[in-house]
């Protein structure tokens, strides 16, 4: 998967045998400055988002979902 013209880009995959698991390999977040401002800016794209952005001691994060089911991490620093 390649962000538009961004050097940037995933390869998502499923290990053998865990094909029913697909999606839930990702260790990892996107990092940006505003989870709520990002929030608002991919709902407003269509991105689909299992809750609403959720603040924590460490800061604050938003977890969303490819087409295909899997999910990544939107994340900001405390």
């Known amino acids: 998967m390649r962000i538009e013209k961004s050097d940037t880009r995933f390869v998502l995959f499923t290990p053998d045998g865990q094909?029913?698991?697909i999606g839930g390999?990702?260790?990892?977040?996107?990092?940006?400055?505003?989870?709520?401002?990002?929030?608002r800016q991919l709902i407003g794209r269509g991105?689909?988002?299992?809750?609403?952005p959720q603040k924590q001691p460490w800061g604050e994060f938003a977890?969303?979902?490819d087409p295909d089911g899997n999910q990544f991490v939107?994340?900001?620093g405390g």
Do not use: N, P
């Open 19 to 21: 094909e029913d698991r």
């Open 25 to 39: 390999f990702f260790a990892g977040a996107l990092a940006c400055d505003d989870v709520q401002a990002t929030y």
């Open 47 to 52: 991105v689909e988002f299992l809750s609403e």
């Open 63 to 65: 977890i969303m979902k």
């Open 74 to 76: 939107l994340s900001s």
